[in-house]
T-cell receptor
Framework: RKEVEQDPGPFNVPEGATVAFNCTYSNSASQSFFWYRQDCRKEPKLLMSVYSSGNEDGRFTAQLNRASQYISLLIRDSKLSDSATYLCVVNRWGGSNYKLTFGKGTLLTVNP | EAGVTQFPSHSVIEKGQTVTLRCDPISGHDNLYWYRRVMGKEIKFLLHFVKESKQDESGMPNNRFLAERTGGTYSTLKVQPAELEDSGVYFC???????????????FGPGTRLTVL
């Protein structure tokens, strides 16, 4: 079983739609969680950090359920510029261990 | 503030040759990481420096890969000799752990796309 598993996608949605991505992680020792977005042939860019049960940033809401080892990302009122691959990332930090473990990503295309 | 920079952006070499990738982290970031994405797979961790020391090199594929960070500033990743399966995108990231929150947010460079023929 992979450490981080995401919806395989792809997701194709119209502008203005609400879309949700799901992610599960296998290592219960994971401590911090992130959503990165990656545009085609570009580097991953940090979208949101999720350190408690969840947080909201504008149109984006991330939720964390430690008991179920599940993370989600909700995008409301989708824009064309939201088209990208969304990466679920976990970090089992503690002591000096800061390495990130990535999911394969979910491709989102927002259509006009 | 300048972000993480990497050089070169692309490299095409033949099997058996040597390639050296460079990463300049965000100024002041003690933590520097190397990651790699091979085609069709997820991004995977290679190693982690804290200043000039290797903190974790558990992701390095084999002894053909050598990473250095002399002086705790920029880092190099050398592949010698390169093999076909080394092709992929090599990302560098840096971070500074918050002393108050303990949070560690990593910022990525644009990557080096390596093709081994």
């Amino acid at each position: 079983r992979k450490e981080v598993e995401q919806d395989p996608g792809p997701f194709n949605v119209p502008e203005g739609a609400t879309v949700a991505f799901n992610c599960t992680y296998s290592n219960s020792a994971s401590q911090s969680f992130f959503w990165y977005r990656q545009d085609c042939r570009k580097e991953p860019k940090l979208l949101m950090s999720v350190y408690s049960s969840g947080n909201e940033d504008g149109r984006f809401t991330a939720q964390l359920n430690r008991a179920s080892q599940y993370i989600s990302l909700l995008i409301r009122d989708s824009k064309l510029s939201d088209s990208a691959t969304y990466l679920c990332v976990v970090n089992r930090w503690g002591g000096s261990n800061y390495k990130l473990t990535f999911g394969k990503g979910t491709l989102l295309t927002v259509n006009p | 503030e300048a972000g993480v920079t990497q050089f070169p952006s692309h490299s095409v070499i033949e099997k058996g040759q040597t390639v050296t990738l460079r990463c300049d982290p965000i100024s002041g970031h003690d933590n520097l990481y190397w990651y790699r994405r091979v085609m069709g797979k997820e991004i995977k961790f290679l190693l982690h420096f804290v200043k000039e020391s290797k903190q974790d090199e558990s992701g390095m594929p084999n002894n053909r890969f050598l990473a250095e960070r002399t002086g705790g500033t920029y880092s190099t990743l050398k592949v010698q000799p390169a093999e076909l399966e080394d092709s992929g995108v090599y990302f560098c990231a840096s971070s500074q752990v918050s002393e108050t929150s303990g949070r560690n947010e990593q910022f990525f460079g644009p990557g080096t796309r390596l093709t081994v023929l």
